[in-house]
């Protein structure tokens, strides 16, 4: 099973970004999938999560800014993030609940 993250880069404050994590290997559609984010120092903070059926959540400081979603016909799920902050600097990844397995990390750079 793989997990590849994408779609990292630099923006500026109240800028956008789109998150892609494709997973092979393996099933998806019978999966849950999150993202999860780490700066230096700091561990390792769930954002969001999607259940099989599609329903979210996602952790407070993110709510009404980003929105993930799946397709599971396409094995991917993205996180699309809006009105970026400095505070959102860091790597993201992505997760299968399934096995616990993690994506390498794509970093995100938001300039104030």
């Known amino acids: 099973v793989q997990l590849q993250a994408s779609g990292g880069g630099l923006v500026q404050t109240g800028g956008s970004l789109r998150l892609s994590c494709v997973v092979s290997g393996s099933t998806f559609s019978s999966d849950v999938m999150s993202w999860h984010r780490q700066t230096p120092g700091k561990q390792r903070e769930l954002v969001a999560v999607i259940a099989v059926g599609g329903s979210t959540h996602y952790v407070d400081s993110v709510k009404g800014r980003f929105t993930i979603s799946r397709d599971n016909a396409k094995n991917t799920v993205w996180l699309q993030m809006n009105s970026l902050e400095p505070e959102d600097t860091a790597v993201y990844y992505c997760?299968?609940?399934?096995?616990?397995?993690w994506g390498k990390g794509t970093l995100v750079t938001v300039s104030s």
């Open positions: 997760n299968r609940a399934r096995g616990n397995y």
